[in-house]
Nanobody, 119 residues
């Protein structure tokens, strides 16, 4: 069982930057897909960005060109660099990991970190 802990959230003005980190309690080397999701008040949780073990990335259209996801398997950490932040980026951001072990799918979630962007 892998536990994920996010950090790096906070309050920032529009146009600013933040870098979120997601530290795993175990190795993420075998976790095929790591991702960041977010959930704003009254809205459903949505995928922000994901990265596979082959470093293939996928981004929500709303963050393309502004956010960058990366992973450091040696440090068991995934990052989300967020630039040019907008008030609509305000949400709780969750780290996610997905892997299949002996045919059993495992879906891991962190506890979330709040990002607030002021206008």
């Amino acid at each position: 069982q892998v536990q994920l802990v996010e950090s790096g959230g906070g309050l920032v003005q529009a146009g600013g930057s933040l870098r979120l980190s997601c530290a795993a309690s175990g190795s993420i080397f075998t976790i095929n897909t790591m991702g960041w999701y977010r959930q704003a008040p009254g809205k459903q949780r949505e995928l922000v960005a994901a990265i596979t073990s082959a470093r293939i990335t996928n981004y929500a259209d709303s963050v393309k060109g502004r956010f960058t996801i990366s992973r450091d398997n040696a440090k068991n950490t995934v990052y989300l660099q967020m630039n040019s932040l907008k008030p609509e980026d305000t949400a709780v951001y969750y780290c996610n990991g997905q892997e299949t072990i002996w045919g059993v799918f495992h879906n891991y979630w962190g506890q979330g970190t709040q990002v607030t962007v002021s206008s």
